[in-house]
């Protein structure tokens, strides 16, 4: 497999034709020494003496030599590549629907139970040095753990859940932002009773009363220090638009990355003299998270949602790159210059 590689500084690639020159003189010198061998019988009885093993190994210093010299000159080139490293992201914000459709037993025991066990295992799994904060939603959305490193009162915050009537998860999308970008004014209250354009919504770049600029979007996935994790059936009753607060989102550059947690077909609850049938809406979860350039996963059993936190960790805290790797080439080039002369001096008594 081959990895795609670009050069801040590539005018220097012409150095490697020197590379071609080396192997030349290094074959010319081989040649001369073995015509000076044949005048002299006594040298090439010892020759013979040393054997094909020892010829063999008198090329292995300079060759090695010579790659030290080729890493050196790729590296003075300044190479960029796309690599697989620990991730830059510092906050998490897990916005959980308590709304009364997760009482449904198509998860076992039922969603909501199934979703406090895998998120807590997410918990576990997670980098210690990464924030969570946890944003329940149902009726309404709110706060109910700031970002913190404390695991414990993650838990303690999970455990006390209770079920509430409709679900409004763009408003938990929005609670979650809020929290994220605490000095953006972000309000709640201004997208669901349209009593004003929010700052950190509006495209206007104006400077405001207070002589600030408003919000200028970026590029959506763009922003690395966060990302939300939205588990939730995905039926809206309430609040705030789910794919406008999704675009609110993208603006900011956060991914949120969507689990639907349920089955397609759904069933019957009863609750408190009134039943309806909860099915889970993959096509907003998968918009949602396509919007924001993050991912959808389908959590239809206990099993296959602590799957998904296991592959939602491990895609939250690596991610692929593009960095400078000349650094790792000096290191290799000096590596083989140090291997290339101790083997000289281990089997010849000199450096080359």
Do not use: C
């Not at 998120?119 to 040095?129: M, Y």
């Not at 706060?143 to 509430?164: G, N, Y």
């Not at 900011?252 to 099915?279: A, K, L």
Request: glycine residues 6%.
């Amino acid at each position: 497999m081959t990895i795609p590689m670009n050069f801040m500084w590539p005018q220097f690639l012409w150095l490697l034709l020197a590379v071609p020159v080396l192997v030349l003189v290094y074959l010319w010198l081989l040649r001369r020494k073995k015509k000076l061998a044949l005048r002299y019988a006594s040298l090439s009885i010892v020759k013979e003496a040393m054997g094909t093993r020892m010829s063999l190994r008198r090329h292995i210093p300079p060759v090695l030599f010579l790659l030290a010299i080729t890493a050196m000159l790729v590296a003075a080139s300044r190479p960029f590549a796309v690599i697989t490293l620990p991730s830059t992201q510092e906050t998490i914000m897990l916005a959980m629907d308590v709304s009364g459709s997760m009482r449904a037993t198509d998860v076992k025991p039922n969603r909501l139970v199934a979703m406090q066990n895998a998120a807590k295992a997410f918990l576990t799994a997670l980098p210690r040095n990464v924030k969570v904060g946890i944003v329940a939603f149902a009726g309404s959305a709110q706060v109910v753990q700031p970002a913190t490193l404390s695991r414990e009162d993650l838990v303690t915050a999970i455990d006390k859940f209770q079920l509430q009537r409709a679900t409004a998860i763009g408003s938990a999308i929005v609670v979650s932002l809020a929290e994220l970008f605490p000095d953006e004014g972000i309000d709640l209250s201004a997208m669901t009773y349209g009593s004003g354009k929010p700052r950190g919504v509006s495209l206007d770049q104006t400077p405001n009363k207070k002589g600030k600029k408003e919000f200028v979007p970026v590029a959506p996935g763009s922003y690395n220090s966060a990302a939300i994790i939205l588990l939730t059936d995905g039926q809206r009753t309430t609040g705030v638009d789910t794919l406008e607060a999704a675009k609110m989102a993208a603006d900011h550059g956060v991914r949120i990355y969507t689990v639907g947690v349920g089955t397609v077909d759904g069933e019957t609850i009863s609750f408190e003299g009134w039943s309806m049938r909860v099915r889970l809406d993959e096509a907003t979860l998968k918009a949602v998270a396509l919007s924001t350039q993050a991912e959808y996963f389908f959590a239809g059993s206990a099993e296959t949602l602590t799957k998904v936190y296991e592959k939602l960790s491990s895609r939250l805290t690596v991610e692929k790159k593009e960095t400078e790797i000349s650094g790792l080439l000096a290191l290799v080039a000096a590596v083989l210059a140090i291997t290339s002369a101790g083997l000289s001096l281990l089997w010849f008594n000199r450096i080359l």
